[in-house]
């Protein structure tokens, strides 16, 4: 508690807001995909809806990071979590490919508004100095909140039968579930205050713009490239396992709750193995040793083997994120960073559209094994221009960012 008093009192709010959704969001996750095909869904059908929020994203990706410049972080953030408060309300009660599509819409486009926020509200709410300790802290919240909801989310479906059935399909009660939490994060998020923006005149994009052009480009080739990498398995983890080794509900929340733990500890180590070697170097290591893993996971032939391996990998691979994320926005003039962050935003989702739908086509033919190889190829690809790109400039001082505004975050 004593190192959150040192953040402004909007980032505390965020991080409560943050937090529900973190807890939100892993129980939906564990279950959307066995509630779908519970439901009678093929999975070309399951498919086609983890790609529909990329490929709604797409849409709106540009178009609203420049809105949230000129409006501020708050507004979309509310907009955001009410809209997936709605769709997932939708989700829970559906099964047919309309109201899940539109359910699922609902959601894809709440959750662009809400990340496209997220990193420059942090960027605008702590010291240059404490900017990279704000970002680990934020990603940490949010995987232990995973943790939390992975945890109470395996014992969700067996609740639930007791209770009395809600929904169509035993998954339908704790999806439903998360739609409270989510209306319940609007809390913290309408304490937040936030001070009046600039207009937008005075902060032109085309002149700024120009310089970020080839750092954006590079920044947004491994986003692209590991968006379809982690569309093509990562949201399937749950199935394979729940198909390859048989494991029961609770164990699978047991083990993705473990993953989120480790992965919430390990972030908060990755800005001190940066001060040693650098933020890039940092994010190239993890990642490579999370393919490693990925890799072993995926030829594994025992759950204990594979679960350790999926453990770890996921340990791995998330805990620099926050540190690449945080050295984009600090390449990036304040007042293009909604900008910059969409189109970051954009790149993941485009590769996420293309990687979801090819999956369900791809799982049928070569199963999920096959799957997971090939998101180890685009990580490791990624990683590696990542690398390439960008540890020079990690190394070069970089632009002054403005002062702090203390806005809120998104």
């Known amino acids: 508690m004593r190192g959150l008093r040192r953040f402004d009192r909007n980032v505390r709010l965020f991080l409560i807001a943050l937090a529900l959704h973190g807890f939100s969001s892993a129980i939906y996750s564990l279950w959307f995909n066995l509630h779908v095909l519970e439901g009678g869904g093929s999975r070309e059908l399951l498919g086609l809806l983890n790609a529909l929020p990329s490929a709604l994203a797409l849409g709106i990706g540009l178009p609203a990071g420049r809105w949230i410049d000129q409006i501020g972080r708050r507004p979309a953030m509310l907009l955001g979590v009410l809209l997936m408060g709605l769709g997932t309300i939708g989700v829970g009660l559906g099964t047919g490919p309309l109201p899940l599509g539109l359910g699922v819409g609902l959601i894809g486009v709440g959750y662009n508004l809400f990340v496209i926020a997220h990193a420059p509200f942090l960027a605008e709410n702590a010291s240059e100095a404490e900017r990279a300790a704000l970002f680990a802290l934020s990603s940490a919240v949010l995987f232990w909140a995973g943790f939390a909801g992975e945890l109470a989310g395996g014992a969700l479906p067996d609740l639930f039968r007791v209770l009395g059935s809600v929904g169509p399909t035993p998954y339908a009660g704790p999806i439903l579930f998360t739609a409270l939490i989510d209306f319940a994060s609007l809390g913290p998020l309408l304490a937040i205050r936030e001070a009046p923006r600039a207009p937008m005149a005075a902060r032109p994009m085309r002149g700024q713009g120009r310089p970020l052009r080839a750092p954006v480009f590079h920044m947004a080739v491994p986003n692209f490239l590991m968006g379809i990498g982690a ?45 040693g070697i650098g933020r890039i170097p940092t994010v190239a290591l993890t990642q490579g040793l999370s393919v490693i893993f990925l890799i072993g996971m995926a030829l594994a032939d025992q759950a204990p083997l594979a679960a350790l391996a999926m453990i770890l990998r996921g340990a791995l691979m998330n805990m620099a994120s926050p540190l690449f994320t945080e050295f984009c926005m600090e390449q990036t003039p304040p007042a293009e960073r909604a900008t910059v962050s969409s189109i970051l935003n954009l790149t993941w989702e485009a590769g996420w559209m293309i990687g979801a739908a090819l999956s369900g086509l791809l799982q049928a033919r070569y199963g999920l094994t096959a799957m997971l190889l090939g998101t180890a190829a685009l990580y490791g690809l990624g990683t590696l221009h990542q690398y390439l790109a960008f540890a020079p400039r990690d190394r070069a001082p970089a632009p002054q960012p403005a002062p702090a505004l203390r806005r809120p975050a998104g």
């Open 231 to 275: 569309a093509l398995s990562i949201p399937f983890l749950n199935v394979y396992f729940h198909e390859r080794y048989g494991l029961s509900d609770e164990i699978l929340g047991a083990l993705f709750a473990l993953a989120s733990a480790l992965t919430g500890l390990a972030t908060l180590l990755a800005p001190a193995l940066a001060r």
